[in-house]
């Protein structure tokens, strides 16, 4: 099993920031088979994706609605992954999920995906 948990959420004013981790663990977890990604949901939205981060952390894509503000990094000695929200807007208020993807060398199989319990963020004045 592998288990995710996430931090950092919280209320912060509109252009301040937030650093979310998510912490990943347990014995199926090795780092080197898995892209991890930032999700975000609201109540009456479905879940979407905000950031992945590639195996090795070389590569990343985002969401247009955060590209430039949101970077997401991984470090893999620590099995953690982070992302670091700047100049936060109203609309970015929802519960963030972290997620780990599984590959098998160039093969996606996503009956081996986890997901976290979420964090919330707030931005609100």
């Known amino acids: 099993q592998v288990q995710l948990v996430e931090s950092g959420g919280g209320l912060v004013q509109p252009g301040g920031s937030l650093r979310l981790s998510c912490a990943a663990s347990?014995?199926?977890?090795?780092?080197?088979?898995?892209?991890m990604a930032w999700y975000r949901q609201t109540p009456d939205k479905e879940r979407e994706l905000v950031a992945r981060v590639s195996v090795t952390g070389d590569n990343a894509d985002y969401s247009d609605s955060v590209k430039g503000r949101f970077t997401i990094s991984r470090d893999n000695a620590k099995n953690t992954i982070y992302l670091q929200m700047n100049s936060l807007k109203p609309e970015d208020t929802a519960v963030y999920y972290c997620?780990?993807?599984?590959?098998?060398?160039?093969?996606?199989?996503?009956?081996?995906?986890?997901w976290g319990q979420g964090t919330q963020v707030t931005v609100s004045s």
């Open positions: 347990g014995t199926n977890f090795i780092a080197s088979r898995y892209a």
């Open positions: 997620k780990a993807e599984y590959w098998s060398g160039s093969y996606r199989l996503e009956e081996y995906d986890y």
